[in-house]
């Protein structure tokens, strides 16, 4: 079974412009998330889809959003970019087991740069 | 609402010398608990979790690590590392009810020297 994929794996913007990333989960899967991941904060979360459905969110700002597709596949995106939006940006699916016990598999993300 | 804390940003050791990465976690609710590992330019994959039962898991490659519910600790060990092991290690937890969600540790860098 393939993984799960991410494009593009690098992206540089300039300050002010928004960008779209991508996310494949594995076949199957029907949960998608997607964290930040800076040196300074570690992982953070950013949201969760599930069946086309935002059902979790983080505390970031209304800039950052996402949709997922009946195919599962999920797309984020940033508006009006910012320097601190630099970042790994990680996708992981899961089957949705019941209350969490299913394992996230990761993507190996998309490194944004903000100039 | 759940916290994990990773006290340790970096651990450094020597070949075949045991590690512990620690990881205490608050949380009202009861969690589960994961490690997940980071090589260089990759994603995380999972290295064990604690849904339930024995308190002590261990992963196929060495790692064991013990759920502490007094404590709320989840600390990974490993007795004997390897160069290979060099990685950044997270723990997660994620709430046993209701619409779950993954919290993960500012993670633990561990550099393992010849």
Known sequence: KAGVTQTPRYL??????????????????????????????????????????????GNFPGRFSGRQFSNSRSEMNV??????DSALYLCASSLELAGGTDTQYF????????L | AQSVTQL?????VFEEAPVELRCNYSSSVSVYLFWYVQYPNQGLQLLLKYLSGSTLVESINGFEAEFNKSQTSFH??????????????????????GTY???????????VLA
Do not use: M
């Open chain 2, 8 to 12: 340790d940003s970096q651990v450094p």
């Open chain 2, 101 to 111: 969600k993954y919290i993960f540790g500012t993670g633990t860098r561990l550099k």
């Open chain 1, 12 to 57: 540089i913007k300039t300050r002010g412009q928004q960008v779209t990333l991508s996310c494949s989960p594995i076949s199957g899967h029907r949960s998608v998330s997607w964290y930040q991941q800076t040196p300074g904060q570690g992982l953070q979360f950013l949201f969760e889809y599930f069946s086309e459905t935002q059902r979790n969110k």
């Open chain 1, 79 to 84: 508006s009006t970019l910012e320097l601190g």
């Open chain 2, 76 to 97: 990974l060990r490993k007795p004997s590392v390897h160069i290979s092991d060099t990685a950044e290690y997270f723990c997660a937890v994620s709430p046993t009810s």
């Open chain 1, 107 to 114: 993507g190996p993300g998309t490194r944004l740069t903000v």
